[in-house]
Protein backbone atom coordinates (compact mmCIF):
# COMPACT_ATOMS: atom_id res chain seq x y z
CA UNK A 1 0.00 0.00 0.00
CA UNK A 2 1.00 4.02 -0.74
CA UNK A 3 0.48 5.84 1.71
CA UNK A 4 -0.92 9.29 0.85
CA UNK A 5 -2.47 13.14 2.52
CA UNK A 6 -4.47 15.58 1.14
CA UNK A 7 -4.01 19.17 1.79
CA UNK A 8 -6.67 21.39 0.01
CA UNK A 9 -8.91 23.63 1.39
CA UNK A 10 -11.61 22.89 -0.22
CA UNK A 11 -13.46 20.35 0.90
CA UNK A 12 -15.42 19.24 -1.88
CA UNK A 13 -11.93 18.75 -3.67
CA UNK A 14 -10.69 16.64 -0.68
CA UNK A 15 -14.32 14.05 -0.65
CA UNK A 16 -13.87 14.11 -4.60
CA UNK A 17 -10.07 12.93 -5.01
CA UNK A 18 -10.45 10.38 -1.89
CA UNK A 19 -13.56 9.21 -4.14
CA UNK A 20 -11.70 9.08 -7.19
CA UNK A 21 -8.68 7.09 -5.41
CA UNK A 22 -10.34 4.73 -4.15
CA UNK A 23 -11.58 3.77 -7.95
CA UNK A 24 -9.06 3.89 -9.72
CA UNK A 25 -5.93 3.65 -7.38
CA UNK A 26 -7.19 1.37 -4.33
CA UNK A 27 -3.71 0.61 -3.31
CA UNK A 28 -3.09 4.42 -2.24
CA UNK A 29 -4.32 4.82 1.16
CA UNK A 30 -4.88 8.09 2.26
CA UNK A 31 -3.70 8.55 6.16
CA UNK A 32 -4.55 12.27 6.86
CA UNK A 33 -6.08 15.68 5.67
CA UNK A 34 -5.67 19.18 6.29
CA UNK A 35 -7.10 22.48 4.66
CA UNK A 36 -4.58 25.17 5.85
CA UNK A 37 -0.81 25.52 5.85
CA UNK A 38 -0.66 24.96 9.63
CA UNK A 39 -2.53 21.78 9.46
CA UNK A 40 -0.53 20.81 6.41
CA UNK A 41 3.18 21.08 7.92
CA UNK A 42 1.80 19.33 11.06
CA UNK A 43 0.21 16.83 9.34
CA UNK A 44 3.23 16.19 7.22
CA UNK A 45 5.22 16.02 10.35
CA UNK A 46 2.89 13.33 11.80
CA UNK A 47 2.12 11.04 8.98
CA UNK A 48 5.02 11.49 6.94
CA UNK A 49 3.21 9.71 4.12
CA UNK A 50 4.81 8.64 0.99
CA UNK A 51 2.53 11.18 -1.44
CA UNK A 52 1.41 14.39 -0.84
CA UNK A 53 -1.45 15.69 -3.31
CA UNK A 54 -1.05 19.49 -2.21
CA UNK A 55 -3.11 22.32 -3.41
CA UNK A 56 -1.17 25.67 -4.17
CA UNK A 57 -3.61 28.14 -3.17
CA UNK A 58 -5.05 27.55 0.52
CA UNK A 59 -6.16 29.89 2.21
CA UNK A 60 -3.39 31.36 4.61
CA UNK A 61 -0.75 30.67 2.12
CA UNK A 62 0.05 28.14 -0.52
CA UNK A 63 1.52 25.01 -0.71
CA UNK A 64 5.01 26.19 -1.00
CA UNK A 65 4.64 27.63 2.44
CA UNK A 66 4.31 24.21 3.61
CA UNK A 67 7.16 22.50 1.86
CA UNK A 68 9.12 25.72 2.71
CA UNK A 69 8.44 25.56 6.31
CA UNK A 70 9.57 22.10 6.50
CA UNK A 71 12.26 22.13 5.01
CA UNK A 72 13.30 24.97 7.13
CA UNK A 73 12.66 22.62 9.99
CA UNK A 74 13.93 19.07 8.65
CA UNK A 75 15.43 19.04 5.60
CA UNK A 76 14.28 18.64 2.23
CA UNK A 77 10.91 15.87 2.51
CA UNK A 78 10.90 12.64 1.18
CA UNK A 79 7.77 12.56 -0.06
CA UNK A 80 6.17 12.13 -3.54
CA UNK A 81 4.48 15.70 -4.33
CA UNK A 82 2.05 15.98 -6.68
CA UNK A 83 0.50 19.46 -6.85
CA UNK A 84 -2.99 20.58 -7.70
CA UNK A 85 -4.10 23.73 -9.16
CA UNK A 86 -6.58 26.04 -10.90
CA UNK A 87 -3.80 28.89 -11.51
CA UNK A 88 -3.36 30.45 -15.29
CA UNK A 89 -1.27 29.35 -17.82
CA UNK A 90 2.35 30.43 -17.05
CA UNK A 91 1.70 28.88 -13.75
CA UNK A 92 1.34 25.77 -16.16
CA UNK A 93 4.24 26.15 -17.99
CA UNK A 94 6.16 25.99 -14.77
CA UNK A 95 5.29 22.72 -14.25
CA UNK A 96 5.82 21.36 -17.20
CA UNK A 97 9.38 22.98 -17.40
CA UNK A 98 10.13 21.60 -13.78
CA UNK A 99 8.70 17.98 -15.21
CA UNK A 100 6.97 17.66 -11.94
CA UNK A 101 3.53 15.97 -11.52
CA UNK A 102 0.40 18.60 -11.24
CA UNK A 103 -3.89 18.25 -11.57
CA UNK A 104 -5.61 20.29 -13.00
CA UNK A 105 -9.01 21.65 -11.06
CA UNK A 106 -11.45 19.90 -11.45
CA UNK A 107 -9.30 16.91 -11.36
CA UNK A 108 -9.95 14.39 -14.70
CA UNK A 109 -9.74 10.92 -14.36
CA UNK A 110 -7.70 10.14 -16.75
CA UNK A 111 -4.99 12.22 -15.62
CA UNK A 112 -4.82 11.13 -12.32
CA UNK A 113 -4.67 7.64 -13.62
CA UNK A 114 -1.09 8.97 -15.60
CA UNK A 115 0.16 10.86 -12.35
CA UNK A 116 -0.72 7.44 -10.21
CA UNK A 117 1.15 5.32 -12.64
CA UNK A 118 4.36 7.92 -12.81
CA UNK A 119 4.05 7.73 -8.69
CA UNK A 120 4.56 3.95 -9.04
CA UNK A 121 7.55 4.22 -11.10
CA UNK A 122 9.77 6.87 -9.07
CA UNK A 123 8.61 6.89 -5.48
CA UNK A 124 11.90 5.43 -4.50
CA UNK A 125 13.90 7.65 -6.50
CA UNK A 126 13.08 10.89 -3.88
CA UNK A 127 14.77 13.28 -6.31
CA UNK A 128 11.49 15.59 -6.51
CA UNK A 129 13.08 18.38 -4.63
CA UNK A 130 15.48 19.06 -7.74
CA UNK A 131 13.01 20.20 -9.75
CA UNK A 132 10.28 21.54 -6.85
CA UNK A 133 13.24 24.14 -6.51
CA UNK A 134 13.42 24.88 -10.45
CA UNK A 135 9.48 25.21 -9.67
CA UNK A 136 9.61 27.96 -7.13
CA UNK A 137 12.57 29.87 -9.40
CA UNK A 138 10.28 29.98 -12.44
CA UNK A 139 7.10 30.07 -10.77
CA UNK A 140 7.63 33.36 -8.42
CA UNK A 141 9.06 35.23 -11.35
CA UNK A 142 5.40 35.21 -13.08
CA UNK A 143 6.48 35.31 -16.09
CA UNK A 144 7.11 32.48 -19.40
CA UNK A 145 10.46 33.07 -20.22
CA UNK A 146 12.30 30.14 -18.46
CA UNK A 147 15.96 29.61 -18.57
CA UNK A 148 16.11 26.28 -17.23
CA UNK A 149 14.51 22.93 -18.03
CA UNK A 150 14.16 19.66 -15.51
CA UNK A 151 14.39 16.75 -17.57
CA UNK A 152 12.97 12.92 -15.81
CA UNK A 153 15.15 9.86 -16.54
CA UNK A 154 14.99 6.20 -15.80
CA UNK A 155 18.11 7.36 -13.72
CA UNK A 156 16.64 10.74 -12.12
CA UNK A 157 16.25 14.31 -13.01
CA UNK A 158 18.25 16.73 -14.58
CA UNK A 159 18.21 20.14 -14.62
CA UNK A 160 19.52 21.67 -17.94
CA UNK A 161 20.07 25.38 -19.12
CA UNK A 162 17.62 25.36 -22.41
CA UNK A 163 20.20 27.17 -24.04
CA UNK A 164 22.57 24.02 -23.79
CA UNK A 165 20.18 21.96 -25.77
CA UNK A 166 21.47 21.70 -29.60
CA UNK A 167 18.73 19.42 -30.64
CA UNK A 168 15.76 17.04 -29.75
CA UNK A 169 15.09 14.15 -31.82
CA UNK A 170 11.67 11.56 -31.81
CA UNK A 171 12.67 7.69 -31.02
CA UNK A 172 8.71 6.43 -31.21
CA UNK A 173 7.52 8.16 -27.93
CA UNK A 174 10.50 9.22 -26.42
CA UNK A 175 12.98 12.25 -27.12
CA UNK A 176 16.17 12.37 -27.46
CA UNK A 177 17.84 15.19 -26.25
CA UNK A 178 21.63 16.10 -27.34
CA UNK A 179 23.27 18.69 -25.37
CA UNK A 180 26.07 20.95 -25.60
CA UNK A 181 28.94 19.56 -23.35
CA UNK A 182 26.78 16.45 -22.11
CA UNK A 183 25.89 13.27 -23.13
CA UNK A 184 22.46 12.57 -25.04
CA UNK A 185 19.84 11.82 -22.44
CA UNK A 186 15.86 9.95 -23.44
CA UNK A 187 13.21 11.03 -21.64
CA UNK A 188 9.73 9.18 -22.07
CA UNK A 189 7.86 11.85 -23.37
CA UNK A 190 7.09 12.32 -27.01
CA UNK A 191 8.73 15.21 -29.52
CA UNK A 192 5.22 17.09 -30.00
CA UNK A 193 5.35 17.92 -26.11
CA UNK A 194 8.38 19.64 -26.38
CA UNK A 195 7.87 21.39 -29.67
CA UNK A 196 5.31 23.15 -27.80
CA UNK A 197 7.38 23.89 -24.97
CA UNK A 198 10.63 25.57 -26.35
CA UNK A 199 8.82 27.12 -29.74
CA UNK A 200 9.12 30.59 -27.86
CA UNK A 201 12.92 29.63 -26.94
CA UNK A 202 14.16 29.69 -30.94
CA UNK A 203 13.16 26.27 -31.32
CA UNK A 204 12.24 24.89 -34.91
CA UNK A 205 10.53 21.82 -35.85
CA UNK A 206 12.42 21.23 -39.79
CA UNK A 207 11.11 17.07 -39.41
CA UNK A 208 8.85 14.76 -38.03
CA UNK A 209 11.90 13.51 -36.16
CA UNK A 210 13.65 16.69 -35.58
CA UNK A 211 13.44 20.17 -33.59
CA UNK A 212 16.76 21.70 -33.80
CA UNK A 213 17.71 25.10 -31.44
CA UNK A 214 18.64 28.05 -34.56
CA UNK A 215 21.42 29.12 -32.49
CA UNK A 216 23.26 26.00 -33.43
CA UNK A 217 22.47 25.86 -36.83
CA UNK A 218 25.93 25.83 -39.09
CA UNK A 219 24.41 25.32 -42.83
CA UNK A 220 21.33 25.16 -44.64
CA UNK A 221 22.14 23.00 -47.23
CA UNK A 222 19.53 22.91 -50.50
CA UNK A 223 20.83 20.18 -52.07
CA UNK A 224 20.09 16.37 -51.92
CA UNK A 225 16.51 17.21 -51.06
CA UNK A 226 17.34 19.53 -48.01
CA UNK A 227 19.04 19.76 -44.98
CA UNK A 228 20.87 21.49 -41.94
CA UNK A 229 24.11 20.94 -40.44
CA UNK A 230 24.29 21.63 -36.57
CA UNK A 231 26.99 23.05 -34.28
CA UNK A 232 27.53 19.08 -33.07
CA UNK A 233 27.86 17.79 -37.23
CA UNK A 234 24.71 16.30 -37.30
CA UNK A 235 23.03 16.64 -40.54
CA UNK A 236 19.38 16.66 -40.12
CA UNK A 237 16.65 16.14 -43.17
CA UNK A 238 14.13 18.77 -43.51
CA UNK A 239 10.63 18.28 -44.49
CA UNK A 240 9.31 19.82 -47.72
CA UNK A 241 6.44 21.53 -45.74
CA UNK A 242 9.63 23.05 -43.13
CA UNK A 243 11.30 24.25 -45.89
CA UNK A 244 9.60 28.05 -46.78
CA UNK A 245 9.56 28.49 -42.80
CA UNK A 246 13.13 27.95 -42.27
CA UNK A 247 14.48 29.78 -44.85
CA UNK A 248 12.15 32.82 -43.71
CA UNK A 249 13.48 32.11 -40.26
CA UNK A 250 16.94 32.29 -41.85
CA UNK A 251 16.67 35.42 -43.45
CA UNK A 252 15.82 37.36 -40.06
CA UNK A 253 18.47 36.26 -38.10
Known amino acids: MITALLIDDDINLRNGMKALLAMYAPDITIIGEADSVQQGVAAMERFRPQVVFLDIQLNDGTGFDILEQLASKHGK???HIVFITAHE????????FSALDFLLKPVDPEELQKVIGKIKNVLDRNDNYAHIDLLLENIRKKVDNFKRIALSTAEGIHLFEISDIIRCESEDNYTRFYLRNNKPVLISKTLKEYEELLGE???????QSHLINLA???SYIKKDGGYVVMSDNSNLPISQRK????????KSM
Request: charged share 30%; glycine share 4%; net charge positive.
Open 216 to 218: YLK
Open 77 to 79: SSS
Open 89 to 96: QYAVKAFR
Open 201 to 207: HGFERIH
Open 243 to 250: KDRLQELL
